[in-house]
Nanobody, 115 residues
């Protein structure tokens, strides 16, 4: 099973990016999927998650700006990021947890917000 994240890059403050995470292989019984990020010198923190039942959760710092979504047919998880700020600069990782609580991580994609 591999998770391939893409869509990162350099964007000016106030700009937008959409991250994608495509899964290959088979993950049975997904419990939760989500995006995490790790800024320079910081720990990895949750950004947004979506449960198998469709419940969505966001970090307070991104509420109203970021939207998580998934396309089951394409085996792809998305993160639409609007109104980006310099503090959003980080490596973004996609994550899947199955119902046995096994974790799968993508390789990370770098988002840099700077003028």
């Amino acid at each position: 099973v591999q998770l391939q994240a893409s869509g990162g890059g350099l964007v000016q403050p106030g700009g937008s990016l959409r991250l994608s995470c495509e899964g290959s292989g088979s993950i049975r019984n997904i419990h939760r999927m989500g995006w995490y990020r790790q800024g320079p010198g910081k720990q990895r923190d949750m950004v947004a998650t979506v449960s198998s039942g469709g419940s969505v959760s966001y970090a307070d710092s991104v509420k109203g700006r970021f939207t998580i979504s998934r396309d089951n047919a394409k085996n792809t998880l998305y993160l639409q990021m609007n109104s980006l700020q310099p503090e959003d600069t980080a490596v973004y990782y996609c994550h899947v947890m199955d119902t046995t609580y096994h974790n799968y991580w993508g390789q990370g994609t770098l988002v840099t917000v700077s003028s």
